[in-house]
RNA sequence: GGGAGAUUAGCUCAGUUGGUUCAGAGCACCUGCCUUACAAGCAGGGGGUCACAGGUUCGACCCCUGUAUCUCCCACCA
């Protein structure tokens, strides 16, 4: 067959992602074997690819495929997120342009131009997903929204209510007009921005509720919320306002009158040392509104436009109304000065509109007794964190957890089934017709209609359906213990990014322990966030978020699986660098080669193995097992990029450059049967070792290597074990590469081509030379003789391996005073050594402190050093 | 403001319960090679006071204290 000289990866990429569909390799159902599951952290239903995704993929397809080839039923769950907020936000996007308002047509039609619009989008990230070569079980693929997993978010909601675990309350939420919903705490992000600080003076009422000439100075940041205060606070140990204790204040612009109230929240030092107080509209207002009964006025509508309780500027934008209230409190005095100032103003992580604290009825579920056992399996390794650093951050947040504000003013998600009853009660039911029997019951009105009971309008947070994920998509809340999910759960891996450890991780962990009794996966890996060279988060505003389908078509999906991981330790950011991908494709292209050299060869099972052959044959099965020990505990550390690592110089290094050059044949001749046959076997190991990180390469090999049946695929077959190995032969054999690299350099200095033979004499002292190698040696650094001496060797080229002396006859005359400078270098650097050595040896609190083992060593070391110094100065005197 | 982590070669990172002169890897760099598997390559090479200052120890990149710088998380200072 005729190999073709170039690896052409879009079309293998192609043709072998198409074979393990036909062929199902991806399936998985519950078997006789042991599982190894992952669920996948569902993308929004409408995302496109990003590095992020690329990354996370491309861990949880690694650690997939090489469960699947351990002998693991290996199941890979994929699915997507209905992302409440981000799809609703982009349809209503798409339908004002259209002209249409999402409260004009109504919930119902809404939904269905929702639906529409994830039919018409959704999926296009799986299908992306299949070009990075995930073996995902496609069969499975869930939708947090579908018919299974709506359910069991409803099933799920009405039993914590059952249990007492939701209730409604009025509280203070973020806001985000832009969207009109409330967001959780988590989804703002604070950001610096430069402001102004407004001097406002509130003058003194007398007891006509007259503004009198007396007045106090107010700083403030917001002062179109100034219609909302019921009050100014001052700190009770303020000696500056004493005087104000009982007195009343004109509130700017609507002339309200406020009490001067005191409490020591209030920071004297800060601005005047007096707060004015909008319960309404700050949390730390609210609190202290509280505390003090004072009343609450909401000046805005939910599109953070202002109300007719502010009485003046209705109807304007709160940034307009900020503008306005400057201009008015200018024109009629009151504005004492501005200063520039530095704050914090909350953003919607979803649509970037400054967060506006607001008062509103809310749906909550009760953290505390539920995170318990959470956080218990967390701390004691039931569950583990990779890196394990995490499970700082992860305590800490579970040690201060607050109630989670389930519900969201939208209408894309899980509908909230609560049932209003005409008289403003209501009942929690799984259905409609549910709630109207128990309407009945409750009110003992027999005659109510399911018209007369109104569903709640809002939807459930997203997470309040993912947290659920691991147990969801085996359907395991409708029906608990079903063979699935006792065959599945709980899954072993998460690949996922530590930005959402508390947003989904914690959450989902909370869901196993109270649904399934169990945790929902054994480990987290948690992954780095990409940025760029230069440390910038990757985002589509900066543009500097590389294409990934693009990628892929440059450098292959093995080529940038590859770049990816070999930057990628755990929990370490990404700083990716399209050359990364090109180190990947270049690596698949040494792949390529390696294989063509040895398809190429023809076979003689006539001719004996060379020696040198049989020595190559016996170090490098030396050499895999030793790596292949190495790469799997790399796995169970999951040290992925390491792992990566070591396959690669295993690969390139010691089966490329060395190995394979050791057995090649002369040009054109025949290679000896058992040569081969070891070589094909070797080469095959790497394949299965390489897989997981480049799938397609790897079976496109495999395949062309040897004939296989149809349906057969490296992705199937069997991950070599590690066998034992010989550490001597390792070591001894490594003298000898070392000689092979100094013969090298020798013949590069004296600018001898590889063709002119030299003979090589060794004076081994304390045998550190192996002379079973010799002919390994003989072929790798073109000797014509290698001969053993005890005598010295004058006027040659020399170096030393430990405290081996190497001859290099070359014909050539060496430069005495080079050659004696370098012995100088040498001699003066062993010297130090063995210093540093005889120091320890001579402190009598080493040799009877330090481990017996520690002390050998040192002597060992000092035996080689002093019969190196005496080889070297002998050499030196010869030189003379 | 509170908490966590980091600082090792030009860059990104390893360094496994103190013990080979232990200072490593990949990339980048330099030099020589188009040697019929591979120039997307081969061979060779240079490069670091392990952030800084102390301390513990026979011995410190590793343990302790302090300093500096950086990153992340949490938090209601107008």
Known sequence: MEIPAKYNAIESEKHWYKYWMEHKLFKSVPDHREPYCIVIPPPNVTGVLHMGHMLNNTLQDVLIRRARMSGKNACWVPGTDHASIATEARVVNKLAKEGINKFEIGREKFLEHAWDWTHKHGGIILEQLKKLGASCDWDRTCFTMDEARYESVIKVFVDLYNKGLIYRGVRMINWDPQAKTAVSDEEVNYTDVKSKLYYVKYYVADDNNKATS??????????????????????????????????????????????????????????????????????????????????????????????????????????????????????????????????????????????????????????????????????????????HKFVNTYKHWMENVKDWCISRQLWWGQRIPAYYLPDGDYVVAETAEEALKMAKQKTGNNNLQLSDLTQDEDVLDTWFSSWLWPLSVFDGIRKPNNDEVKYYYPTNDLVTAPEILFFWVARMIIAGYEYAGDKPFRNVYLTGIVRDKQRRKMSKSLGNSPEPLELIEKY?????????????????????????????????????????????????????????????????????????????????????????????????????????????????????????????????????????????????????????????????????????????????????????????????????????????????????????????????????????????????????????????????????????????????????????????????????????????????????????????????????
């Open 214 to 387: 007396d007045f106090v100075v107010v700083a403030t940041t917001r002062p179109e919320t100034i219609m909302g205060d019921t009050a100014v606070c001052v700190n009770p140990n303020d000696e500056r306002y004493a005087h104000l204790k009982g007195k009343k204040l004109v509130v700017p612009m609507v002339n309200r009158i406020v009490p001067v109230i005191f409490d020591e929240y209030v920071d004297p030092t800060f601005g005047t040392g007096a707060l004015k107080v909008t319960p309404a509209h700050d949390l730390a207002d609210y609190e202290l509104g509280m505390k003090h009964k004072l009343e609450v006025i909401d000046i805005f509508n939910d599109d953070g436009t202002l109300n007719e309780k502010a009485k003046v500027f209705v109807g304007e934008d709160r940034f307009r109304a900020r503008e306005l209230s400057v201009k008015m409190l200018e024109e009629n005095n009151l504005l004492a000065k501005v200063e520039d100032y530095n704050n914090k103003v909350g953003l919607s992580e979803r649509t970037n509109a400054v967060i506006e604290p607001r008062l509103s009825t809310q749906w909550f579920l009760k953290m505390k007794d539920l995170s318990k056992p959470a956080l218990d399996n967390v701390l004691n390794n039931n569950i583990k964190l990779h890196p």
């Open 556 to 880: 292959s999906a093995d080529g940038v699986r590859v770049g990816m991981l070999l930057c990628s330790p755990a929990g370490n950011d990404i700083l990716y660098d399209e050359a990364l991908s090109e180190q990947g494709r270049n690596f698949g292209n040494k792949i390529w080669n390696a294989f063509r050299l040895v398809k190429g060869w023809k076979i003689d099972s006539n001719i004996p193995s060379p020696e040198h052959s049989k020595i190559a044959v016996e170090w490098f099965n030396n050499k895999l097992n030793k790596a292949i020990a190495d790469i799997d505990r790399m796995y169970d550390e999951y040290r992925i990029s390491e792992a990566l690592m070591a396959v690669y110089k295993l690969f390139w290094d010691d089966f490329s450059s060395w190995y394979l050059e050791m057995i090649k044949p002369e040009y054109q001749k025949p290679i000896d049967a058992a040569t081969y046959k070891a070589t094909v076997d070797y080469l095959e190991k790497l394949l299965h070792l390489l897989h997981p990180f480049m799938p397609f390469i790897t079976e496109e090999i495999w395949q062309l290597i040897d004939t296989r049946k149809e349906g057969e695929s490296i992705m199937i077959s069997q991950m070599p074990k590690a066998q034992g190995y010989n550490e001597q032969l390792l070591t001894d054999f490594d003298v000898i590469i070392e000689a092979i690299a100094h013969i090298r350099n020798i013949r590069k200095t004296r600018n001898m081509s590889y063709k002119d033979k030299a003979d090589l004499l060794i004076r081994d002292h304390n045998k550190n030379y192996n002379a079973r190698f010799e002919p390994v040696l003989i072929k790798m650094a073109g000797l014509e003789t290698v001969s053993i001496t005890s005598e010295k060797v004058d006027n040659t080229d020399s170096f030393m391996v430990l405290s081996t002396e190497f001859y290099l006859k070359t014909g050539i005359t060496i430069d005495k005073e080079a050659e004696s400078l370098k012995i100088k270098e040498e001699l003066e650097y062993t010297k130090g050594f063995l210093a540093s050595v005889m120091k320890k040896l001579s402190n009598e609190r080493f040799v009877s402190g330090a481990p017996a083992q520690v002390v050998e060593m040192e002597k060992k070391k000092q035996a080689d050093a002093e019969a190196k110094i005496k080889a070297l100065e002998e050499r030196l005197a010869a030189l003379n």
